[in-house]
């Protein structure tokens, strides 16, 4: 995982207009007081969701070591290894944190009538679900280039009014031995493309505040395939209706239909209407073209890692 403070380039251009009139010592005190307050905002918030995550022995691996490992930890960023079932959760906790942290230590700057930042600053993260034998360097490469794409999202579309974008994730889980560019990736793994018809399995990247919504529906698939037979087979089913949907979404369109019939109280736990009316609507033949999102990919990739087991 790698994670980005947003809006630095903001801060620093605000920074230099407000300290223009000041003697150069008090603008350099300035800058050093910003800096290291920023590092602790992000040591700090990294601690946090540490300390959140490993609070709970599930977290550990079977000979009881915590399963993270920092790569880098300071001034706006951070990279981590950490096991893939608690990845989501410690990069949530991270970027609320990383708010609340910054909004503490940047009380500094209200001496140098500084406030445009009072409320803290945001940040945006990508992760990279990798297996053990993917190379490192291209995991890292990837983690970042997802941060990068979570940041573009915000920048051009979720500004708050300070000016600083939105916190955001995302996410992509390598499937392949590839190691071509993430836009190449999507083309590959995550587009169902039929007669100029379009159905994009990137949901992401999910602001921050859109997270409870996804989190709601993982627990609600995690609970139903844990309690039932039903649920347990339903799964199958929900990845079938994805597997069919890159051959034929008339195919997809009835087994998801017919899940709605025979496995009702699932279908609408999980919410699945909507996917429904998607598939829908990509099979009407009077629409030449059209391009829709679907979640269910990211759902079953995620209930895939197991959370709360403990793993070797």
């Keep these: 995982m790698h994670a980005d403070g947003n809006g630095l380039g903001n801060i620093i251009r605000v920074m230099g207009e407000k300290l223009k009139d000041k003697n150069s010592e008090e603008s350099k005190a300035a800058f050093r007081q910003f800096s290291q307050a920023l590092d602790k905002a992000t040591q700090a918030a990294a601690q946090s969701a540490f300390w959140t995550i490993y609070s709970k022995a599930e977290a550990f691996n079977s000979d009881n070591n915590h399963t993270v ?7 706006d960023d951070i990279s981590i290894i950490i096991r893939a079932d608690l990845a989501l959760e410690f990069t949530e906790i991270f970027l609320n944190e990383f708010e609340v942290k910054t909004k503490e230590e940047f009380k500094v700057l209200e001496k140098y009538d500084i406030d445009e930042f009072k409320e803290g600053i945001t940040a945006c993260a990508g992760i990279a679900y990798i297996k053990e034998s993917y190379p490192l360097h291209y995991a890292l490469n990837l983690s970042e280039t997802l941060c990068k794409d979570a940041k573009k999202l915000v920048k051009e579309h979720h500004l708050r009014q300070n000016g600083i974008p939105e916190s955001a994730i995302a996410f992509y889980k390598v499937q392949e031995s590839f190691t071509d560019k993430i836009s190449v990736l999507k083309e590959r793994t995550l587009l169902a493309t039929q007669q100029g018809k379009t159905l994009d399995y990137y949901y992401g990247p999910y602001l921050l505040s859109d997270m409870k919504n996804l989190q709601k529906r993982l627990s609600d698939l995690r609970k139903e395939a844990d309690d039932s037979q039903e649920g347990s ?4 089913k929900i990845r079938r209706v994805i597997s069919d949907s890159f051959k034929d979404f008339s195919v997809a ?24 009316d998607t598939l829908t609507l990509l099979t009407k033949e009077d629409l030449e073209q059209i391009a829709a999102k679907s979640q269910l990919l990211d759902l079953i990739t995620l209930h895939g890692f197991r959370y709360g087991t403990r793993h070797n």
Excluded at 69 to 75: K, V, Y
């Design 69 to 75: 490992r920092p790569i880098i930890c300071g001034g």
């Design 233 to 236: 087979k339903a799964i199958g």
């Design 253 to 276: 369109l009835f087994n998801l239909q017919r899940m709605k019939t025979i496995n009702k109280d699932f279908f609408s736990k999980l919410q699945l209407q909507n996917d429904l």
